[in-house]
């Protein structure tokens, strides 16, 4: 059966752990619903790991709608997230004709990044029939704002800051709230107080769900590997395996394990 936001709903009231990956492509698209992951998300990461640049910043919506138009056809039953790029959600106009490309092209949520300046965009997206995700702490977006790929809330005013945003945005509309790089203490208690399913990357182990970026967790990224990684395919046979052994293991909530975790 496909997977909706009631899946992720369903899950979460359950206490049931659920997977993302990034997929990018019709094949990887396929193979990875097939291993039974929930959610694959076309990120703007793709800017880095496909076209090799250092940010995610000179990602357009023409590479994101090709993108998502090749996972939509290779998906078998995953929700499809796609990544708004940077900028083009600017203005809030831009975000409503942006976000219905993204999902005429096969997207059924997108993903924003940002803060509380986002909740009257996330309003209107939302009432208008498209389901949102806020990705909150390490928005690569903002890596030039941040001044480097950092640990965002902390110390105690940021992380508390950080859970007002995260009430403020599911109450504008947003859907699901996807936290990357934060302290795994203050993730659990996102998680907490707020009733949408919260997706971790770099957040320990106490989110509704976990995401990783595909070539991350095969191991294949050229350069130093950030500490929320593992490579799955070390100990698999293959592709396929990798990615049920990673669906597995957040299933069982035995990924990420302590050493995947940052602390405050
Ligand atoms: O672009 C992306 O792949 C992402 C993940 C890192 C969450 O946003």
Redesign the pocket.
């Known amino acids: 059966m496909a997977v909706t936001i009631n899946t992720l709903r369903e899950y979460k009231r359950k206490g049931e752990a659920f997977s993302a990956l990034?997929a990018y492509d019709a094949t990887f698209a396929q193979v990875v619903s097939e291993a039974g992951v929930d959610v694959i998300?076309i990120?703007?990461?793709l800017g880095m790991v496909l076209q090799g640049h250092d940010s995610?910043l000179p990602v357009t919506m023409e590479h994101m709608c090709y993108h998502v138009r090749s996972v939509a056809k290779g998906n078998r039953g995953a929700l499809i997230m796609a990544?708004m790029p940077f900028m083009s959600y600017g203005t809030e106009a831009a975000a409503l004709e942006n976000a219905a490309e993204l999902m005429r092209a096969g997207a059924h949520m997108v993903?924003l990044e940002g803060t509380d300046w986002m909740a009257d965009t996330i309003r209107a997206l939302s009432d208008r029939g498209v389901p949102v995700c806020a990705?909150l702490g390490l928005t690569?977006q903002f890596v030039n704002k941040f001044g480097g790929y950092k640990v965002q809330g902390r110390d105690e005013k940021h992380a508390e800051l950080m859970i007002e945003h995260a009430c403020q945005l599911e109450a504008a509309g947003a859907d699901v709230i996807?936290l990357?790089c934060v302290p795994a203490a203050l993730a659990a208690r996102i998680t907490q107080a707020v009733k949408a399913p919260v997706i971790g990357?770099g957040a320990g182990a106490d989110t509704d769900g976990q995401?990783l970026?595909l070539h991350d967790m095969l191991g294949v990224t050229p350069g130093r590997r950030p500490k929320f990684v593992k490579d799955f395919l070390k100990e698999a046979t293959s592709i396929q395996t990798a990615i049920t052994a990673y669906h597995d293991a957040v299933r069982q909530r035995t990924f990420p394990g302590e050493e995947h975790t940052f602390k405050a």
């Open positions: 990034t998300l990120g703007d990461s995610t990544d993903k990705h690569p996807l990357e990357i995401v970026v």
